[in-house]
């Protein structure tokens, strides 16, 4: 697609073409008010006569360069930038005005055509070399080019520029040069400018932290250690160091750097935080606590800090110290929405379900809000509020555009009537969710579940076989699929089938695995369901998983251990459905 007039109109036009250019060009440019915005070339009907691909005319001075900037900006204005730039690229060579070849430059560049667009910007240079602007896209091009060596007379021209000016011209060809495509060749224009400022550490400095960004860790390391070499109190070196050494896969060593930065810079808090933070990344929590405490005890309202410590805490289990730094956010009044929402999560972990609920619905905006309002519902359906449940759910749906939510919150209410066993509601809220939001693959296999436990076998099977359509290889719909097969009718070689494919993708899933064991006995081959069935048990002691094991041990005469497994699984689920079934057919 070519680009749209409006866009080429959003850079400047800054030839300088005399009066009468001006002039002419005032009244073509409202001529061209009326040309459509397509970018789909010009319109017959209002130039039935132009030709924008037709020659110049003979070499007549001023004239000749008026005819190609005039046509150049037409062609432009009307999403022709191949021909544009034809007429910039010989209105540059026959003008002296850099702002020409700067025009040049410009529509090169933005109609991706890099090959002009490198001449363009040298022509930029020579007329006018005292430009920044100028000397940094050649090198940048020349760079991107594979062309390191002649970028860098540009490069050292702009830094004497800057330091001129009490500038930060280290920090400037950093920025331009970590923005390079060639990374390599970025880093090798660096290193020749640093080497000729052999005296000065933070050249090194410059090419470490180039090297960092353009992914070379090693040359990063080699540039910091020369500037520590020449500046052994260089703290930016050091830390730095510290980073790339992590970068080059040796994480020990980046610590250990980092711990003896801070060792012989006690006070230096910003060196700890970045400790710590390299400790977050090693789950070494203890220890970045430490760090980030030091912080907190000189800096006691840095909000970051503080949440950050609330956040390690729960982590680490601590859910007193947790509180007390997300209650100090409260506090100051900084991120409460997020401490509120934490305090909510460890209200929840500690039992304590109104006040998780009370926080949870004290998120009134922010990233938490809508997952709080969902933890909200689903814990007043565990207190038995469940039409307040429904209620908050609905309401958020309703007032929220967002479909992903939309889809959540449907998710969530369905698991809600699924807990408190109202299939049917359940199943009629699922109906109501796909007729919004159909062949959704998440709602989908909610009301397949949900299908199951009304017997409807027939609606699992659809709801499945839909998801398998778009998703041929769904581990969770095969596995469901076949697990039901097997479990309530007698089509067992095609639930093999189905659960033989979800188990070659996922072969140490504890319910997949609890699946294949359940098909083989089902199929009869008792020694391999057994030692499938306590595989997936050993991984997770859910009560599906006890009870087929049981069933299974009972047929095989190992009957004092399949009760054992069975009420072992009965103390820990007492209301479970298929674990109550199961005892009561075995020891009425």
């Known amino acids: 697609m070519k680009p749209s007039a409006t866009s080429f109109a959003s850079f400047p036009a800054r ?7 001006i002039v002419l060009a005032a009244s073509l440019l409202t001529a061209c008010a009326g040309l459509t915005q397509g970018g789909g ?36 204005h009307m999403g022709e930038l191949q021909v544009s730039l034809d007429h910039y690229l010989r209105a540059a060579g026959r003008s002296d005005d850099p702002g020409v070849a700067e025009r040049a430059t410009r529509i090169a560049l933005f109609s991706g055509d890099r090959e002009k667009a490198l001449p363009a910007a040298q022509r930029w240079v020579a007329l006018d070399g005292e430009s920044l602007e100028a000397r940094q896209v050649l090198a940048a091009m020349l760079v991107n080019d594979d062309q390191p060596d002649a970028a860098v007379p540009h490069l050292e021209r702009v830094l004497e520029r800057m330091e001129a000016v009490e500038g930060d011209g280290l920090g400037l060809l950093v920025n331009i040069l970590s923005r390079a495509q060639n990374g390599p060749a970025a880093v090798k224009a660096m290193e020749q400018v640093a080497a000729g400022r052999s005296d000065d550490p933070r050249a090194q400095l410059a090419l470490g932290s180039l090297a960092l960004q353009q992914d070379q860790p090693h040359a990063a390391v080699a ?38 930065l801070v060792e012989r810079y006690p006070d230096d808090l910003d060196l700890r935080v970045n400790y710590g933070r390299l400790l977050l990344q090693e789950e070494r929590f203890a220890d970045a606590r430490i760090q980030f405490e030091a912080v907190v005890a000189e800096r006691g309202d840095d909000a970051d800090m503080l949440y950050t410590l609330g956040l390690i805490n729960i982590e680490m289990e601590q859910y007193g110290e947790a509180e007390r730094y997300l209650e100090q956010l409260l506090k100051i009044g900084q991120r409460a929405g997020e401490a509120r929402y934490y305090l909510g999560r460890i209200a929840e972990l500690t039992g304590d379900v109104q006040r998780a609920v009370d926080f949870y619905e004290e998120v009134d905006r922010g990233d938490y809000r809508q997952e709080s309002m969902i933890r909200a519902a689903r814990l007043r359906g565990e207190m038995g509020q469940v039409n307040e449940a429904r209620e908050a759910l609905t309401r958020l749906r309703e007032t929220s555009d967002n479909p992903r939510l939309q889809v959540e919150t449907y998710l969530s209410e ?86 033989s494919r979800a188990y070659e993708q996922r072969p140490d899933d504890a319910a997949i695995i609890d699946s294949m064991g359940w098909v083989l006995y089902r199929l009869g081959r008792l020694d391999e369901a057994e030692s499938h069935l306590r595989r997936a048990y050993g991984k997770m002691e859910d009560g599906e998983i006890a009870s087929n094991l049981a069933q299974v041990l009972w047929e095989r005469g190992e009957r004092e251990e399949a009760l054992d497994i069975l009420e072992a699984a009965l103390e820990r689920d007492p209301d479970h459905e298929r674990l109550l079934r199961l005892k009561e057919r075995l020891n009425p």
């Open 15 to 21: 030839a300088a073409v005399g009066l009468a250019g």
């Open 41 to 76: 070339g010009h319109d017959p009907e209002v130039y039935p006569n132009l030709d924008l691909r037709m020659g110049t005319p003979e070499d007549n001075g001023q004239a000749d360069l008026l005819y190609e900037l005039l046509v150049g900006e037409i062609a432009g």
């Open 223 to 260: 540039a910091t250690e020369r500037a520590l070499r020449m500046d052994p109190g260089l703290r930016e070196a050091s830390v730095l160091r510290a980073r790339a050494i992590q970068r080059t896969g040796d994480r020990e060593a980046s610590l250990q750097a980092m711990k003896e």
């Open 414 to 499: 369905a698991q809600l009537l699924r807990e408190t066993r109202d299939y049917q509601a359940g199943l009629a809220l699922l109906d109501e969710a796909l007729e919004s939001h159909p062949d959704h693959l998440e709602l989908l296999y909610a009301r397949a579940l949900m299908a199951e436990r009304l017997d409807r076998i027939d609606q699992l099977e659809e709801d499945l076989n839909r998801i398998l359509e778009q998703d041929p290889d769904n581990p969770a719909a095969l596995n469901a699929l076949g697990y039901t097969l097997a479990d309530r009718t007698d089509r067992f070689e095609e639930a093999y089938d189905y659960i």
